[in-house]
DNA sequence: GGATATTTTTAAAATAATTTATTAATAGTG
DNA sequence: CACTATTAATAAATTATTTTAAAAATATCC
């Protein structure tokens, strides 16, 4: 057998041990090398001596030294900024953002792209633009791409990268992935938007720590995402956490799926609109009817109920309600420790969870509730970036090859 | 520094390579050592070293010669049976089941007692007995008890043993854990029924090999287990997957836990036994109406069904059509590859598949259900035996100590 | 049915990792 | 301000593990 075939397991030991450094530092920020040689069950000096091979590769550098209640302090490393990039592409209906990131969740570049998304292979054509010029940008500044993430709205399987909510993008001539993939010759993990969100909650935010989460997001529909055990829900295909299109209603609104009464027909950003528009033509008396009818959003609502107007703090409490109502069933199914509220919505602050704890207080059985917080996000909307970020780097971390 | 406090790394990392060893063939059953050299990363000889290790200290044997298309025929190893016992008690409303199990799944003793549980002191008194006969046979025997597993229902919180159902289990003079961990003196680890039956499904049954798998079992109430990701789904204290009580009927009856219109006051047992009584009161044409009117029960109404019997067949398919319904949002939320009709209502195989079916059908978006397969266990009673036995096993191998 | 190719197993040599011992660094103490 | 207790890092010695090589076993081919 030729030596080049045969990968000795020292080798693939060493790769191993390698990767857990850099996810231990990825995870924590910086460690000293006792912290290290205990999380991946090795001796300081074998610690020191891969130490030493990244320092070399230029993944890792001596960051300080850390604290020492009492004897010599020791020396704390971390992944050095600045050097590898990581493409991440927000991409929803409302816009794009084009974002490089590196390994230590510095933002090296970003770019803002006024493109909505739509099942067309015109939106791929739009696309190839922006990036083109996120690539050049970070050829300028000579950094080396080790992936790229994109999180969309939609049914996304992320083994396959296939969207099967927005169709054309999956063109086996010119997919997003592929597109993605040439415009930056790195691998590319694709990965529904919820689901990025939750991560970066997880990993950068309240949910930082806690093992058991949701997270929910009310835009044009409402999305749900989880964390069991600490790690993304995604189910068989990447389908799963899909609150959206269960029925509340036998008797409901027609969904834009085709069924009926589901919880996005009651809760969504657009159905708040409407009815905030059919209270004010019913002649209900709020500040709102002082705006322009095409002007009113779900922010200029919101902005409004803080600021004490009735219409707009019953309709808010009404969605809270509908929501917590929706809610409560993932609850029985999850039972998290807790709720965090993202996307627009959550300014409404304690207008938005409180409704939504009441109704989980009347839906949920006592012993579900008894540690269940909900909270407001405080990422805003670097809780998609970084989880998109956090996602490939797991990824790549995971990955056998690497370092 | 005295030699006793410190463990060496070479120690811990053996302890863990031997886990490793007894965790595969747990898992796979007989393994070569080259198979298992790869799963642990490690080289031939160093198994080979470990096995010998094992060998002498009677936990894994020799097992035979396995296949091989070529060359010389490899030594199979597997556990070493009828050594050591794992202790499972089935605790349901209707009987107790104490089985003896060993490393390999086989029964070594069984003792089945007709008692009732309930939420007292007195049920624990009542179950000192059978526990005591069962230690005295495993003592005569020579067996080396090395985990006590108990699945019962509730809502139980496996990290303490702690059962927020049945709350008088807890008390700190004498709670059921205590009463275990007395009776066999061995570690004790307790899980919420419903769980240890999907476990089951997942390493002995249909679902075997498959990682996202719900199971659905009828009794007193609607039990729902999950695997995600080849784990049982536990949540923050280990009451995820409570389907029977969200709520599907906001005019519904009122259910026992004190809300209304909950999942299970539509699909429980005895409601199929109520609509069945109301249905004969009413004077509709049947079988059962021959039948003793006591001594109607679930498994008469389904012999009836099978037999041609139309109000059964009609109950049954709306008892069906509502677990499907309820269904249809776990499979929203957890995106399955496969769902298991386990208990009594299974022996109705397709008269209670095929509403299911048809629910799941209606209330599901379309990429849920492509991939989506719903069958009857073939385990019966044996998957929640031996899925408790499986936890036990998988505790045990995950903690630090052992061999 | 023997030669060959393939694979497992064992033994010896080579390498890698851990331990132990030593040196370096630092905060508190008298 | 030296001294001690404590912790970290490094170097040398020791122990483990892997590699390499060789032997044993067995199915296929001619």
Redesign the pocket.
């Known amino acids: 057998m030729e030596?080049n075939y045969?990968i000795?397991?020292?080798?693939k030991?060493?790769s191993r041990l390698k990767r857990g450094i850099l996810k231990e530092m990825y995870r924590l920020g910086s460690r000293?090398?006792?912290q290290l040689a205990k999380a991946l069950?090795?001796?300081?000096?074998?610690v020191?001596?891969l130490i030493d091979e990244l320092a070399s590769e230029s993944w890792v550098q001596e960051i300080g030294?850390g604290v020492?209640?009492?004897?010599?302090?020791?020396?704390l490393f971390g992944l050095r900024p600045g050097n590898q990039a990581i493409v991440v592409i927000d991409i929803s209906v409302h816009d794009i953002k084009l974002v490089v990131f590196d390994l230590t969740n510095r933002v090296l570049d970003r770019l803002d792209v006024n493109l909505r998304l739509e099942d067309s292979v015109a939106f791929l054509e739009a696309l190839q633009g922006p990036l083109e010029e996120v690539a050049q940008r970070i050829q300028e500044k000579q950094l080396k791409i080790i992936g790229v993430g994109c999180a969309l709205p939609g049914l996304v399987d992320p083994r396959t990268g296939i969207n099967y909510t927005y169709k054309k993008l999956n063109r086996p001539e010119q997919s997003l992935r592929q597109l993605l993939a040439e415009s930056f010759d790195a691998p590319v993990y694709l990965l529904n938007d919820t689901k990025a969100t939750i991560l970066g909650e997880h990993r950068f935010g309240l949910a930082k720590g806690k093992n058991h989460v949701l997270s929910i997001n009310i835009d044009w529909g409402v999305g749900l995402g989880v964390i069991n055990n600490g790690e993304i829900l995604q189910g068989l295909a990447g389908f799963a956490g899909e609150l959206g299109h269960i029925q509340l209603q036998a008797d409901g609104e027609l969904c834009t799926c085709g069924k009926v009464g589901c919880l996005d027909t009651l809760t969504s950003a657009s159905s708040l609109i409407r009815r905030v528009k059919a209270g004010l033509r019913e002649g209900r008396v709020s500040k709102l009817a002082e705006e322009n009818f095409e002007d009113i959003d779900v922010e200029l609502v919101i902005d409004k109920a803080r600021a004490g107007d009735e219409l707009a703090i019953d309709l808010l409490t009404e969605l809270g309600n509908e929501l917590g109502k929706g809610l409560s069933i993932a609850v029985h199914l999850f039972n998290p420790e807790l709720i965090i509220v993202n996307g627009v919505v959550g300014k409404a602050e304690r207008l938005i969870t409180r409704p939504i704890e009441q109704a989980i207080d009347k839906y949920c059985l006592a012993d579900f509730r008894t540690k269940l917080v909900i909270a407001v996000s405080r990422l805003g909307e670097m809780a998609k970036l970084c989880g998109t970020q956090a996602y490939v780097v797991q990824c790549l971390l995971d990955h056998e090859e690497i370092p």
């Open positions: 030596a045969t000795s397991i020292v080798d030991k060493k000293t090398l006792a069950h090795a001796s300081v000096p074998s020191t001596m030294t020492a209640q009492y004897g010599r302090k020791p020396a």
